[in-house]
DNA sequence: AAACCCAAAACTGTTGACAGTCGTCAGTAT
DNA sequence: ATACTGACGACTGTCAACAGTTTTGGGTTT
């Protein structure tokens, strides 16, 4: 299987003296790192109920450290009501809105950090990585890379850069979850990935300035692009009731 | 006891048609509640092991439903480490700092967004708690008003005012818990309540004037000085070795 | 006296089972 | 045919108990 320890983050030198390299993981960390493969992997439909007891016999443990994954995943991928179960999160456009909000705040402000913080190594390395996604662009041109994974690696670096545990907690645990699941549903507009990668650029450039107001105002910028561009997309799906649309409450 | 269901923020008219007046409380909630309140009164050292069953013991229920709840605590209010246990959390220096810099993100933009949103009613009331906290002022100069409530109620009206249930949830569930418990420890500078009632009325008049930009540079400036004042305060703290730097560490 | 080793106690992680509640559906009345 | 009522089934919330590990304390050795 080898199920990574550790949800997202991992990197080994973190702290100053922070040595924990055997982390014991239990079957409720397994437990959730599964849970959220799984639910962001689109297998469920939002909305959709779920079985703590049907899950626990496919993941092959009990239900109390399932409960206790539940429980961390509540209000991020599942939603809970008391007496009836647990159901994947359902997006209303508000919230896919109010999502993209927190994170121009998170992000702007580990660009601005990033500024400071990262070294020039790490920024050759992440113009190494643009360099490489402009080619595949060029590939495959369309909205291949605004929603793959690219654009997560090229936040992630500066998330990284940001040298800031908290921030990394926040937008990696909670916020990138939520996100890769609402882009399961949502197409980007065309055009949007050729625009992503400029906005990428001028991040760099801002970076490699050292720029802390510059590298945050690109950064918001970009964000707040990408939060316009997603509740155009949304609004257009809603206008277009495809299958996209349908949704399976069962209560 | 009269235990409130939701733990911080329960606005009866939050979303347009949420109705769930009748919030039916599992033992798990009540028993994040009650140890949030436990927590964050300071009762426990930081960084002191707890027992799980002593705990379940004096809460009167099972290890299941409390287990739920630490969870829930986990990297905000508890740390757990694998096969040991649990112990409350221990700020170091570095990470109270980074606690203010994501609260100058977030609530940077709660103004932002604040000023948009907020009515002229609830402006109006918010100048009244001003006004409030003034009079108090005059009555008890020092540091009371800044590690008081008062300093929250004034955040926490900002917040609301927002209408971003993104936003208020990673700041009221998670960051204000870890503030509360990091003044327990910390005393603020004195000088700095006057200094940060001054902010207040910036801020307040930013708001008035439906001035995006100036409320999120207000905001910001507010709680950077904040965070500077923190510092010192932790700095001069460990300089002058009292009582407050005794920790138990148990292991 | 200090260091080491070993056994007992305590604790965490996990499991299976039980009670109360909710959703469903057949049956009946209108 | 439609609406209401009751019982059945399934599921959630909760608990007590078990296995493996960690800590602790005493006893022994150097």
New interface residues.
Partial sequence: MATRPIPLHSDPQSGPGAIEPI????L?EEAFVKLVQVITSGRYLPGQRLSESELARQLGISR?PL??AL??L??RLVMRT??IGIRVIDFRPE?VS??F??R???E??AAR?AAEHMTTSELAALGDLLEEHGRQQDISPGQAYHQGVGDDDFHFAIIKGAR????E??LLD?LYYQLRLHRLRASAQPGRAKEAFGEHREILAALLSRSPDAAEGCMRRHIRNARLNALSSIQASAASPRETRRQQRSY
Same sequence: chains 1, 2.
């Fill in positions: 982390a014991l993981t239990s409720a109390g409960r206790e429980g961390r509540e209000g008391p007496r919230e109010q999502l909000i927190v121009e705040a998170l702007g402000m950090l800031c545990e908290q921030l907690r926040l909670g």
